[in-house]
Each structure stands twice: as structure tokens, then as C-alpha cells.
């Protein structure tokens, strides 16, 4: 069979579907690569009532499966993992950074590490169970993992494995040199910078990481790029210096609202972003610390503990 209907067709043996669920960032692309032994699949939406819905409808079109491969072990990319093996017998591959990442979660320490790690930033209470609606995505065994720079076939293709930590510590991106296509989850999009941040106490420098994973992309020649979400990138190392402009920016504009003062970080996070309520100003602030981290790191603020709360300030040279 070769028609099926939600798909978009976007080369010979590459689809996109769009994932659609009510919350969140409210939609993901997964990418089917047709292959001699049925579809690969890469990452799959939330789990949600619609998105379940969609994904039965597209494989009771006759589509035949070969395996999952994951990006990344985030709920809107991995949320239907546990599903396709049970209900579909489908094998699911990911990095074994990912996998860690999954045993992790699983243990349920992070919320309680985010709590802390924000109220030592100076935020406001953050709702008591964030993070905890989510957990039920982390809920599967793989069945094979891989790592950096190996082959993985999508499809009839080969692809590199390229790690890209930064948006997570985890993130993979993967790269077929024949027909240059740079598939790159959360790495880079084309509307919007993806969050980096710190998530765990085993994040140190997360911005660092991030600008050496988007000048990793550019020593590939692409044509084409897969993201997460929203549009197709025809012109991958273009939006991969706007990416790194619009970062460079924002930490400039921490510096200055740094000064010589002392501020939290969610002082400067509400003198950039204005004063946000719950959950609203969670992404905000997250970035923002992981900028003032990323700045002390570089010499360019120093931070000190007062009342239980970090302070940072400019260093004057
Ligand atoms: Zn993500």
C-alpha cells in the first residue's frame, strides 16, 4: 500500500506527520522513513487521547513498521514509546544517554531537585507536582540502544548519530550523507530557540554545551533539515547563526540588567521577560539561570549565596 492519509510526503521515502495533542507545545513532527522492511519512525508525540487517535488511524492504513528511534527523552518526543511496543510490537531504539535519562525520571527525584534549584534562584512557589503529570511517558524498556557517531538505518538509509546535548543533555541528531538530510529533533527549529537549560544537578553548562552542538551541525552539508516542531529548515546553517545571534543577545542583555547591583536570577528574569505568573514564567527563568551560570562560568558574573538565595553581579575588568 502507498497512501496513507495523514501523512505528508516530503521526498521519495521520507514523511512527515504531525503530531496534534491539546497542551504543551500543542503539536510535534514525526518523521516515517520508508524502508525494504516497513517505516522507521522517528519520535512520537505526547500521550493524549488525539495523538493515540491519529497514530491508529495512520497505521491501520495498512503501514507496515519496523522499528522507533528517539531524539531525545522528552515526553512530547518519547510519550507514545511504551505504546507502540505493547500495542503494535514495534522494537524502540534510543542513545543510551537517553536511556539513563529514562531510569532517571523513572526515580522521580527531579521535581524535587527543580523545586530547590528555583527557590535558590529566588523564584516565587512553583506548582507542587510539576513535572509529575508526565511520568507515565518514561514507562518502557527499550529494546536497543545506541551511541554517538554510529550508523543507524532509517529506512534504506544510513544515518550518522551525532550527539547534540544543550536543549537536553541526551539530544541526538541524525545525518544521511547521500541525500543530505540533517534530521534535528529539538536541536534547531526554524520559528523558535528551543529551551536550554539546566534540569538536573548533572547539567553544568548546558549554553556551552549548546553553542558547540549548533557549530557541530554546521561541518555537515545539508539540504534539508527535520525539526521537532514547526517547518521544514531549507537552509540549515543560516538559521544555525541566527540561533547562535539570538543566544549571543540574550546574554548580553543579562549582563547589562546585571550591572554591579546584586540580583537573583528571577530578579532578571522579570526585568527581561516582565512579571509572569506560574506557570508562565517556568521556561523563562529556567534559561535565564542557565544563562547566568553560563556567564560566571566565563568570567563575566560572579554569584554568592545570601539567605539562601544565589546573588549574581558583574565582574568589572
Ligand atoms: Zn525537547
Known sequence: MDHFPPLIKISEDIYQLVVRYPFG???????????????????????????????????????????????????????????????????VFISSLGYKEINNRRKNERPNWIHSFLKSHGSPEIHPNLGNSEAAA??????????????????????????????????????????????????????????????????ENPIKDNYASLEKLKAYSTKLALPGHGELIYDLNDRIEEMIKSHTFRLHQILDFVGESEKTSWQVCQEIYGALGFPKFFAP?????????????????????????????????
Not at 539561570?289 to 544565589?310: F, H, P, T
Open 138 to 203: 518514561f514507562e518502557f524498556e527499550p529494546d536497543g540502544l545506541f551511541e554517538n557517531q554510529q550508523s543507524i538505518m532509517l529506512g534504506n538509509e544510513t544515518y550518522e548519530t551525532i550527539w547534540t546535548p544543550g536543549h537536553s543533555f541526551d539530544h541526538f541528531c541524525f545525518y544521511n550523507q547521500n541525500q543530505q538530510v540533517m534530521l534535528t529533533g529539538d536541536h534547531v527549529l526554524a520559528g523558535l530557540s528551543p529551551i536550554v537549560a539546566l534540569w538536573s544537578e548533572k547539567d
Open 285 to 317: 527563568l529556567m534559561a535565564t539561570i542557565a544563562r547566568l551560570v553560563y556567564l560566571e562560568k566565563s568570567g563575566e558574573v560572579q554569584s554568592e549565596m545570601k539567605n539562601g538565595k544565589w546573588h549574581y553581579k558583574s565582574i568589572k575588568l
Open 25 to 91: 507545545m500543542f503539536e510535534m513532527n514525526s518523521f516515517l522513513f520508508k524502508g525494504e522492511n516497513g517505516f522507521t519512525i522517528v519520535d512520537t508525540g505526547s500521550e493524549s487521547k488525539e495523538s493515540i487517535e491519529l497514530w491508529e488511524k495512520t497505521v491501520s492504513s495498512g503501514m507496515k513498521i519496523e522499528k522507533l528511534v528517539l531524539t531525545h527523552a522528552h515526553p512530547d518526543h518519547i510519550g507514545l514509546a511504551g505504546w507502540f511496543q505493547e500495542t503494535h510490537h514495534v522494537p
